[in-house]
């Protein structure tokens, strides 16, 4: 469960072949790069390289071209294609030209058609008008008010008006609702006349906008209709043309554009090259794995190339690159959420995979609401693209397999054999068995913090610690005793020789600091006195015991939960049970559905709670950096 082990590459060679090697090396490979300049330079002799970039030009041209004909842009091969900045740039004017006229005519006539669209909009309001409407606007000698009103309305509008002395209304227009209206009106008689109409079902509102607007409205309208319509041909046929051009340059113009976006890149990691004018050098994280084939291309290149193993002084500083695991990728957000791993600590993803799966398992266990699970989490990761679905569809697994053991379907325990939770001693020997996977989960976290501590030459951490090789060895002794005691009756406890291993096993813990001294796998500490290394081994000691107590009883919540989820399942039947035998099935159905979604949630972050506080924080940080090589970004909507 190692995380895959880095080398720190140290490349320099002639200045003349740098873009060659940054391309070659750095981009073509798995590499985090270091600053060179201020890595390898660090009293100012090497200068970042100029990182001037001569293809960011083409590269916008190419990325236009992709808008103009509707392509997105991404990766396309390029290599062996022979191209040079000078050719990429003569087909892309070539083709842009072309393009760029079919494009600018198709975007006229849809803006024309557009355009179009907008003013019958704003004709529709007065498409009944036999009059210019610039004429009727200009009107000086009466007061011009635009309304509407319910189609209902209008006849008795219209005979209200009509007794309305200096109130003269017709209708200008219409659509499914409402019929829209002009009032004209006399200087001095607009107010009362307003009002009476208002109370007929004249709704008057702001005049629309009328700016621009000239001739008939019906003949404009009908005029506008055709040349929207000859525009919307002419652009559709733009359309087709530009497709057909897509389908012909589409191709080459994704594999020119994915060259440039390769060269530039190259540029742009400049910056974390050195140069001292003659001599370039890049350094940076790549896999061990790989360090003849890294070697071997660079010196093709005519460079230079070492390799540095990490060192003590480098913990918390190199990146983290992980194994690949389908199992443990599934539970990666879990791990993200506490922490990268810090370099040489042990990869937390498959034990937390195998032990969340335990758990919920245990707390969950149910054939049909296993599966249940299962297709709800498949939907969620398939259709939603949601990780948290594809942990439900996993945790649904082991909920089937221990609803077999439980023989549990649906909260039912008659249908299968099994153990059942409620029946006998369930209770007793479902909080016991957790009790000991818990002790066991934290005896291999132990294991792994030693296995991680020796790696990093932490050794009292290795040795004397809670989480140590003493401290494992109590802990398993404890468990043991305690063990052989209840299972087979041998009286551990009563032997002196055992409680005296124990003590000196507590001992090393507590003194764990001047023993790491007295045997030399240690430096010094000369701001610490003895008194005080005793004084805070002590305080170390009494966490520790409370840690394994605590932790260990926490697990007894796994058991817990399974009792619950027994006893909430037997409500669930108890209250859908008829009078003259049988159950609701609707009863049945929502139980089911209630119980599931408050224990999914309970015990998914009850499982989580137990990896976090219970084991993780006894071999793993979360202090790590994570590996981020470069990575050409060709999907991206912009040349950046």
């Known amino acids: 469960m190692a995380t895959e082990k880095l080398a720190r590459a140290v490349v320099s060679g002639p200045i003349a072949v740098m873009d060659e090697a940054i391309r070659t090396l750095m981009l073509d490979r798995e590499f985090q790069p270091l600053q060179a300049a201020s890595t390898l330079g660090g009293r100012g002799e090497l200068q970042v390289p100029d990182c001037d970039d001569i293809y960011r030009p083409a590269l916008d041209s190419a990325v236009a071209l992709l808008g103009k004909l509707g392509i997105q842009p991404a990766y396309r091969e390029f290599k062996g294609a022979g191209y040079t900045l000078e050719d990429c740039q003569d087909w892309l004017r070539e083709t842009a030209g072309e393009v760029t006229r079919l494009a600018t005519k198709r975007n006229s006539a849809v803006s024309l058609a557009h355009d179009d669209a907008e003013l019958i909009s704003r004709l529709e309001p007065f498409s009944l008008l036999e009059v210019d409407i610039e004429e009727l606007l200009g009107m000086k000698s009466m007061r011009f008010h635009f309304g509407s009103t319910q189609i209902e309305y209008w006849d008795g509008l ?373 008194g005080m290394m005793i004084l805070e081994g002590f305080f170390e000691l009494f966490e520790a015991v409370l840690s394994w107590l605590s932790n260990c009883l926490s697990f007894l919540r796994v058991g817990t939960y399974a009792v619950i989820h027994a006893i909430m399942m037997m409500i669930v039947y108890q209250l859908s049970a008829k009078s003259g035998g049988g159950y609701s099935i609707f009863g049945l159905v929502i139980g089911n559905v209630i119980v599931m979604v408050i224990e999914a949630a309970l015990v998914s972050i009850q499982s989580l709670r137990l990896e976090f506080y219970e084991l993780f924080s006894r071999f793993y940080t979360g202090r790590g950096v994570a590996y981020k090589p470069i990575v050409v970004d060709y999907d991206a909507s912009r040349a950046a």
């Open 158 to 530: 219209r005979r209200e008006a009509e007794t309305e002395y200096g109130a003269f209304i017709f209708r200008s227009g219409f659509d499914k609702e409402k019929i829209y209206c002009i009032l004209l009106t006399l200087p001095g008689t607009s107010v009362l006349a307003e009002e009476r109409l208002h109370a007929a079902g004249l709704v008057l509102e702001d005049m629309p906008n009328a700016a621009g607007l000239t001739g008939v409205p019906a003949k404009r309208i009908a005029e506008l209709r055709s040349e929207a319509a000859a525009a919307r041909v002419q652009g559709e046929e733009l359309t087709r043309q530009l497709e057909t051009m897509a389908a012909k340059y589409g191709e080459e113009a994704l594999r020119r554009y994915s060259w440039l976006k390769y060269m530039s890149e190259g540029i742009a990691q400049r910056r974390m090259a050195g140069t001292d004018g003659d001599i370039f050098f890049i350094t940076g994280w790549t896999p061990a794995r790989g360090e003849q084939d890294f070697k071997a291309a660079a010196a093709a290149l005519g460079c230079s190339c070492r390799f540095d193993k990490p060192g003590v002084m480098d913990a918390g500083k190199v990146p983290v690159k992980f194994k690949k695991g389908r199992l443990a990728q599934v539970f990666s957000p879990f791990v993200d959420m506490y922490g990268v791993p810090a370099y040489g600590e042990a990869d937390p993803r498959l034990f937390l995979a195998l032990s969340y799966c335990l758990f919920f398992g245990m707390m969950f266990g149910d054939v049909g609401q296993g599966a249940v699970l299962i297709l709800v989490g498949l939907y969620m990761y398939k259709k939603r693209g949601m990780w948290l679905g594809g942990i439900l569809a996993t945790v649904g697994v082991p909920a089937i397999i221990f609803g077999f053991v439980y023989g549990s379907v649906f909260g039912n325990e008659h249908l299968l054999p099994g153990f059942k939770v409620l029946e006998g001693d369930g209770v007793v020997t479902i909080l016991l068995v957790s009790a000991v996977i818990g002790i066991t989960l934290v005896l291999i976290c132990g294991v792994l913090n030693i296995m991680t501590c020796f790696r990093q030459r932490e050794y009292r951490k290795a040795l004397f610690s809670a989480n140590g090789v003493t401290g494992v060895l109590f802990l398993t002794l404890l468990a043991a005793g305690a063990a052989l005691t209840l299972a087979l009756n041998i009286q551990v406890f009563s032997n002196t020789i055992y409680w005296i291993v124990l003590g000196v096993l507590l001992l090393t813990v507590w003194f764990s600091e001047p023993l790491a001294l007295l045997l030399r796998i240690e430096r010094p500490h000369e701001e610490k006195s003895i």
